[in-house]
């Protein structure tokens, strides 16, 4: 074998042994973007449910984000407040959602929920007509216009309807009754059937 045969099997040896290191490569990045993806999303999720324990701690955050955000004016000025943090805290974490989402982050059946939650407590009385105006420079002028090309969402009921909420009474379930059928043997009947 001359040098020049010699040098053609070793540059064969290493294009495959360069091909080979970059499907590694590859692989390794795919797994790693998937793992980043997953990171992402359960930080939001850690997120969205740390700015909601203090209402499982105290009622009083649910009450006083239901009257703000209905009627900012009649809300007392402590719902306000409390309103005001709770509602400064959820527009970021959904912004951020929000930067995630159109960077192919969050995927879009996942920013579905997430797009109602946030177009429900962006189109409140509360929220379009007090908070927004005074608070929204201190998110991205994108998000902004993101938002007010929003409509409100008709799948989400209010913080009300589910606080306020009153069973309804239960209609009595039919009361089986035991009849002989023919040969001796019983069959289960409702009643009113």
Not at 139 to 167: C, R, V
Not at 178 to 192: D, E, K, L, M, V
Request: glycine residues 6%.
């Amino acid at each position: 074998m001359t040098i020049e045969e010699i040098a053609a099997v070793a540059e064969i040896i290493n294009a495959a042994a360069v091909t080979l290191t970059l499907l590694g490569l590859i692989v390794t990045i795919r797994q790693n973007t998937r793992s980043q993806k997953a990171m992402a999303v359960d930080s939001l999720a850690a997120a969205i449910a740390a700015i909601n324990v203090p209402a499982t701690q105290s009622p009083a955050l649910g009450s006083a984000l239901t009257s703000a955000v209905n009627d900012w004016a009649s809300a007392t000025r402590d719902e306000r407040i409390m309103a005001h943090y709770f509602l400064f805290s959820f527009f970021k974490l959904h912004e951020s959602a929000w930067y995630q989402q159109k960077a192919g982050i969050l995927d879009a059946s996942q920013w579905q929920g997430w797009e109602k939650g946030l177009r429900k407590y962006y189109h409140t009385k509360g929220v379009r007509e007090v908070w927004w105006p005074n608070r929204r420079h201190a998110y991205s002028a994108e998000f902004q216009a993101f938002l007010a090309g929003t409509t409100p969402p008709d799948e989400i009921g209010s913080l009300a309807a589910i606080f306020d909420h009153s069973p309804a009474p239960v209609a009595p379930s039919p009361v089986a009754t035991r009849a002989p059928a023919a040969g001796g043997n019983t069959i289960s009947a409702s009643a009113g059937a």
